[in-house]
């Protein structure tokens, strides 16, 4: 049996929801673990969830963001059943959220550019996850920039590699790249008053973590 957890997507300056990040767990041991990859869970499964989770947010959010890497993204029968489901959850919209996990097999810009022209006119939006860590390296997704519709830089990346300190220098970076290219950039990982703080001197508007709210079942 699988869900989705839910964590709202802030706009800290209008002190308003705009959407939600869907987090799929399955149910093992009496308890909702993550399970052990995105891949795992069914398609068709994830899309019905999908199209019940958004029914029941509708009037509240303007979109619903899901998370999958870039083998994932490039899986052609899973992009339709997120084509269907943007259809069925209209007026409400669907981010891809790509994470900067490695791929398992060698992919080409032209075919990514393809794969994102797939869901774009399908009314789908895209946003580099993880951005600054993995394999999401500036270097690595430049050339995407202009396909993109925004970016999210983690926070808990940088606690997690030891590189806290570089958080600031980070931040600014990537709020120029999102300015230049015209995207949203939005934060995760905030944890505490001094993460929230630091981003209300940066000016950065959109931003999730446990410090506005934990990610949680919706009943």
């Known amino acids: 049996m699988y869900c989705y957890f839910i964590q709202p997507y802030l706009n800290k300056f209008a002190n308003s929801l705009v959407g939600y990040e869907l987090l799929i767990r399955k149910r093992e041991d ?11 869970v069914p398609n068709e499964v994830q899309g019905q969830l999908l199209v019940e989770v958004a029914a029941k947010l509708a009037r509240k959010i303007e979109f619903v963001a899901v998370n999958m890497n870039w083998t994932q993204f490039m899986d052609h029968d899973f992009a339709q059943v997120l084509a269907d489901t943007q259809k069925n959850i209209f007026p409400v919209a669907l981010i891809i959220e790509v994470t900067e996990e490695p791929v398992d097999k060698q992919i080409s810009f032209a ?40 970016i999210k830089f983690a926070m808990q990346n940088f606690r997690r590699s030891g590189n806290e300190d570089q958080i600031p220098a980070s931040l600014t970076f990537w709020k120029r790249v999102a ?14 008053a001094a993460d929230d703080q630091l981003l209300d001197r940066l000016k950065i508007t959109y931003r999730q973590g446990y410090y506005y709210s934990k990610p949680h079942r919706l009943e």
């Not at 009496?30 to 795992?40: H, I, Q, V």
């Not at 006119?121 to 396909?147: A, C, M």
Request: charged share 15%.
């Open 30 to 40: 009496n308890a909702w673990k993550l399970p052990p990859s995105f891949a795992s």
């Open 111 to 150: 075919q990514v550019v393809e794969q994102i022209m797939f869901y774009h006119h399908n009314g789908i939006q895209l946003t580099i996850d993880d951005v600054g860590t993995g394999i999401n390296t500036y270097e690595k997704i430049k050339v995407l920039l202009p396909f993109a519709n925004a």
């Open 179 to 192: 300015q230049e290219n015209h995207l949203r950039l939005i934060v995760e990982g905030i944890e505490n």
